[in-house]
């Protein structure tokens, strides 16, 4: 009898393909989406390897995600920027504060987001907003550029720095967006729009 192929051992189990960094990605996603904890000894089984090769590989568990939180928010961008592109009135200020409020109240209101934050609030929030984690800085970064093209342009008047200014949007809108769980008070994106209206005019 011959040897089995690559392929037919890959079929039965016998041999398993390699895994890397972005399965463990692909898989902590997958798990967050289901609303289950992502755990990472329990992650690291999942792919056959050592606690050691996935923290070597994704770092530590808040570190994964924020990488999972800022996937979605890749996503989220980008119907944002459609969203607003067919709903704007101008494509200045008003077409800014559509992107910033879709984008805002589509995270908002995304179920396995919220299920993260009833569950596990402090770090939640921490992932979510902290200035030292992963989904921030970029979140920030990509409001900046998104100023600056409107700027360059000729569709919007910057008075402030567009990095302060996306800084300062972003932190507005997560203080109205978030504030059933930092103050007990209920969202209102509606005023989140208001003030980044106003900063921008």
Known sequence: MSEPT???????GEARPPVGPLDALREARRLFLA???????ELAAALGISRATLYRWVGDREQLLGEILWSFAEE?????REY??????DKGVDWVVRYNAHFAGATAGFEPIRRFLEVEPDLGLRVLTSNRGV???RLIEALRATLQERAAAGHLKLRLDPGDLAYVIVRISESFIWREFITGDEPDLAKASDVVRVLLT
């Open 135 to 137: 989904a921030e800085g």
């Open 76 to 80: 989220g961008l980008k119907a944002a």
């Open 6 to 12: 690559v392929l037919q051992r890959h079929i039965s």
């Open 84 to 89: 607003a592109d067919r709903t704007a009135t």
């Open 35 to 41: 609303g289950r904890r992502v755990d990472m000894s």
